[in-house]
């Protein structure tokens, strides 16, 4: 080497560098790289895209829950709503078929009349009692039970301003009211309505 020219060093240096590594070809060249990094952003891209698919379909998927179940109770709630309309409807046609009834048997059967007094004059036990009734009811009452009633002390009077099947009483200062419209309501009370008596004349 010590007798070679300038020249002739500078050349054989400059072909040592140049000799391929015997390496070389198991190194990855740009373009592999270029590609693994595509498919390493692909593959992340692919993976995140997945799991914002998963978490926006869960999303929507209890969306579409809470929905359902919100129509779901509004339908269960329009149900108890209309049910109970309907029951009170019910309710109302059957308390006005009941006064129906009721005033039908007054006017059909004036009788009735003595069962209610008998009835009010036995919460006024032993006391004679002063007996209110529409004219027509006391004139049909005098007609069976007048003499039984006069016998027992009590007295038998008319009372215009009272409808047929109408009663009350007096004793001392006890006052019985045995109206229709109050007998109604202690009735319909009972049941645990509030239902109001129209009156006898009423259709």
Known sequence: ???????????????????????AEDSPTAEELGLKEIERIGENARRDGYQAGYAAG?????????????????????LLEFDQQVADELLALATEIAQRVVRAE???????????????????????????L??????????????????????????????????????GSSQLDATVATRWRRVVEALGLTSAWNGPGTP
Request: aromatic share 4%.
């Open 134 to 171: 529409h004219p027509d009811d006391a004139s049909l009452v005098r007609s069976y039970v007048g003499d039984a009633l006069a016998h027992a002390g009590h007295r038998l009077l008319d009372e215009p301003r009272l409808n047929p099947g109408d009663c009350t009483l007096e004793s």
């Open 1 to 23: 080497m010590s007798g070679m020219t300038a020249w002739e060093r500078w050349e054989l240096a400059n072909f040592d560098l140049e000799t391929p590594n015997a390496n």
């Open 106 to 132: 007054i006017s059909a059967r004036p009788d009735v009349i003595l069962r209610v007094v008998h009835e009010a004059l036995a919460q006024l036990p032993h006391q004679h009692a002063t007996i209110f």
């Open 58 to 78: 869960q999303a929507a998927a209890q969306a579409e829950a809470n929905r359902l179940a919100s129509a779901a109770n509004s339908l269960d709630q329009a």
